[in-house]
């Protein structure tokens, strides 16, 4: 049986195709548009997953959609009148799932809806390899739901308990995101990563946000809370509580800013203990999958699994939305076929291949200089450690392209970590973002505990773990000594573990800066014009794309100058400070 | 935990009383209700931006900013700098002026329009504002400053609140030219008032209810509301309007042809099986120069069609044009014109009569000047005809036209007889050969066949033989792989003033994406080089598959759609004929692979054929299938292949589009108007291995 998952008309809409049981292809929308979040219905995606999956559109059985609609209305109706008014509210219209799937998707045969917070659960449920475990869900708001626990097992995934809208950690979260001058729904992490830099002293003010938080309920004080999508995400309440003006957009950072940060991530790192743990009272399994948006804070992430009581654990590569369309699509081939993965999902390269083919064809007719190593995998490896361990940053396109929102190793910019300057390097010349968020490493999974306080595989790039004293790792250490780690499997992604090794010989560090293949305000490249065309702009040393390597010494310079006109038709970035949960 | 509380039960209740379209109207209706009692609410208690009347009672204070640029006090009066905040994108919509001093004891003329007011491929060389400049500088008496407010792609609204700000510009003429946009605005369905006026008018009188319904209530207010504005500005501040009514190159632009232009909306399924077949024989008889057999067939289409097709009023046209019935063409290409304008589905800017009409009973009732270009236009041999030669593309204008237009402004805004010149003097031979060249490629992305295209490279050429080399760097170009900012042509290109804009646009496409297979086709031609040159560079041999239609690989792909929905990831097929490229370095047999799906045809297969030569049908069907055709290499050619699918007459139920496209608009949707012959989802060609490749 082939079912086809879609996520769509939030955030961050995607496609996956799940046949008999096994995944076999999704890829998030915004890499095909090139719009960050993309949100309409997949349909660049759908194709490139059917075209990997080796399938037409006539031979979907069923197409399963993440998120009931009609529930989602309900709630939204709920808001609309609550709210007494209509600023900002987007269309109320339950039947753009399946109409736009039916006529955009150009689908006609049956059409699941999986709830939301089931399809989070099952995303990671039934890519977990686990027979059975406890399930924990915890994002802004889908339909009503906001936080869930329940079992998975044989039978399936039943969610047991829930907290309904408005008290959500995720919207807690990201209302200290908008007070703090960030973008909802988007610059969470940067909150993450500023918080590492500043004291708690805001937690017993946050704390009073809460009402109560016993028995995995949790109950926000509304007061302080603007729910619309339209201007803020707080009240004037919070400021009088909090004592300190929310920071203008772009404004300087100060102390009290990081403070409020390493507050609110407390805070909530607190609140999800308590869950988890509770959880762990009622369903007493080994095993725990853990999903939704709130699962991308690695810092908790690692806080939850060490305290909260599960001896195994398992997050997917994309818990959050995204992931609604793996989560839905699993949930429906399971209740209708009784199949499902048999082995937990340990490699997030699910997307469309990149073989550099069409970048030797734009090089190739510019008369522009590359080596193909073609055939010669080996000296491309020793070729690219050598560059690394020179100190040259490298772009690197190859293989299947990674589901979920983080670069691990097919789709990254890669460089030495020993080297202090790396992380401002890569931020003047690529990022262009802001001095305290920090890189990630990726290091060989057998060695990753030599460097790493980690005792568990982190595919992912969901965990962070304290950086081991005398790593030498400065570039990817984080200010408070830790770092957010991919451990890497030679029997998982054979070429990328080879080239840590190879890099770890000749410095001793299996260890790489790997960070993901965009420029700042864009999506990760997908295809290898994407990668030539972000490599040229964004002046990385080296680009790696398929087997051809280009150094950028021998790139046109009419390239750059047009690239860089061009990139100013697109470098107004809309900041986003209110939540758009209603559209 | 607790259950959800008892509100959210209710809502929930609700939600699924409402989770139908039905619903979906329901809840959109009562939140435009809630919005308007709102408004009204607040415009009781004063709270309200005062409407235009209560402006002119009370003006407001002066805007910070008019257009591109913010108002600034100087010496000689109120002058303009340019904006720093504004994207280049935002910029490069207006004039290149970074500052406009103050008047000081000149007249200053304000100029505002769209892209023909901005000189679409001719400025910065020359534009419209500097043309009219030089003719007031030579003629006048006293001094003229000229200021260019004129930006591409403004809209109404737009333009409504550049003219509303333009009074404090201490400006003494306001020229408008304008009007080619105002119509496709106002498809933008503003809110529920709009779209249930439209909605009633399809579903009383079908699409030409939903046209009539489009001009009368919703544009024609709107345009009156602008025009309005004009008397209340010249009674406010006593500037003088002066309106150009736009023309169109009714001769020199083909909406015939290819499959990127709409035929004819849904009709009746035997009524759209006459027409096509009614096409057939006008088309067949143009071709054998029978011109009363060609009138014979169109005014029986325009009786089928109830004029909302721009096929026949443009092969009766013709017809009548080779007959020598020069008033009567006009007629008729104005009718094909106008077929499709409110009609919601895409074509280009363009004024139609009903505006052209309406702007000169404005003029005519309110003593405002006007200059019309169906006039000053025309050609010396067929007055009643614009002269093609003044035309760059369907609207905008080269510089003869320009040349022409702004020397009778000038003689309207000094009372003097300015004689124009047969070409505008600051254009060089250079420039007007780039002009011309841009023209052609303008129309070739605009999906004009090569008979419109051809002319304008060989104009070109005769205008400046050397512009061959340029035309060169456009071949290199567009037959190379990779997207377009990849070529080392592109700077060359670029590198020409007027060539900027459309060229670093073009960047970001691949040759293949860009629409401009005729363009290649005609430069390949002209330049005699062989065939293969069309094709990319790179392609030793043929690539092992290829996918063609550009919507399976780009979000680009989706400018398919014919009308104003949302775009979709298979084609559909809103004409007879589908054509598809396919570019070839050497003869090469393979086999066409199709995935499609024919929901609304009857039993006839589709059939398939390349360069002409037929390789296989399509068996009609509500699921998609996958049908694979071997092509034999002595079908195929070297450079540009066609593959087509002719697709038969579907049987679209008329009441049942009708009935959808009520719905749609009734959730602010577009509707889609158009009959669906077929669908596309994937086209490949996978060439047969050949001995002693790889």
Redesign the interface.
Known sequence: MIVVGVSAFYHDSACAVVVDGEVVAASQEER???RRFER??P??A??SCLEQAGI???DIDMVAYYEN???K??????M???DG??RG?G?????QPAR?IR????Y?GPLAVVDHHEAHAASAFYCSGFDEAALFTADAVGE?TTTSCGVGSASGVELR????FPHSLGLLYSTVTSYLGFSVNSDEYKVMGLAAYGRPRYLGALAQLVLNSA???LRLDTRYFRLRADGAMYTAALTDLLGLPPRPVRAPIEAVHRDLAASVQLLLEELLLEKVRYLHGIYPSDNLCYSGGVAHNCVANTKLRRGGGFRNWYVPPAPGDAGGALGAALLVQHRETGARPTTALTDARLGPFCDGR??A??L???AVPYEDFAGREEALLEATADLLAAGTVVGWCRGQMEFGPRALGSRSILGDPRDAGMRERINRLVKKREEFRPFAPAVVAERAGEFFDLEVPSPFMLEAVAVRPGAGLPAVTHVDGSARVQTVERGTDPRFHSLLERFGRRTGVPVLLNTSFNVRGEPIVRDD?DA??CFVRAGIDVLVVGDLLVRQEDV?G??R???A??G?????LAHNDAYSFFV | ?????D??F???????L????R??AT??AL?EV??AV?GAEQRRRGGAAGTAPDAARHPAAPPLHVGAWRLVDTEHGRGLRRRAEL???ELSVWADVDEVPGKGDAARVVLVGESTARGYLLDPVTNPTRALQRHLDTVADRRFQCLDLARTSIDLPDLHRLVRASGHLDADHLVVLAGNNWTTWAYELSGLGDATRLADGLRRDGYPGLRRALFDEVLNPRIGAFLDELLRLRDRTGVQPLLVIPEFNLTGWSPVGGSRYVDVPTLRPDELRRWYDLRARAVAALAAQRWTAVQGAAREMVALDGGLSPVPGYLLGRALLAAGDAAAARQAFEQSRDSLCGLMVKYLPRTPRMIQEQLVTFCREHDVPSVDLRVTLARADQPELPDEQCFLDYCHLSDVGVERAMAEVAGRLTGRTVVPGATDPTVGAWQRAVSLVLAATYNAFCGQPAETVRPYLHRAVEADPDIVDLLASLARLLS????M????D??RL?REPSAAVMF?RL??Y?PDQSRLWFLRQCLAELLAEPAESAV????AAPPSEVELLDI?TT?LGGGAVLNY??????LQANVPTTELPLGLPRPAAGCLRL?H?CREAGPEPAVVTVNGTPVGRLVAG?????TELAVGADVTRVGLNTVRVGWPVPTTSLSDRIDSDVAALA??AAPYVLPVFG?L??VRFVPYAVEGEA
């Open positions: 095909y548009t090139r309409g219905v349909m660049y759908y194709r037409g559109p006539g609609p009609t529930k209305l309900g709630r939204q109706l709920w609309l009148l609550a008014g209509d509210v269309e109320l219209d339950a039947m736009e006529d955009r998707l150009g006609d009503w308990q829930q907290v309904p028995d995995g309920d069409g970048a064809r734009v190739h007719a510019a014009v030539l065309s046109p009419v390239w100058e047009y690239l006109r061009a100013s038709y697109h470098d107004r | 935990m607790e259950p959800p509380s509100p959210s209710l809502s929930d209740a609700l939600a699924r409402l989770a139908d379209e619903g979906t809840v959109r939140r809630q919005r709102a994207t280049p994108a190379r792989p990779g997207p900012w990849s070529s080392l592109l700077p670029a670093e960047g970001e691949r990319e560079v790179a392609e399976a979000p929905t949302d775009p979709r990831c298979y995935v799906r509500r699921q998609w299938r996958t959730r602010g669908e989802y994937s």
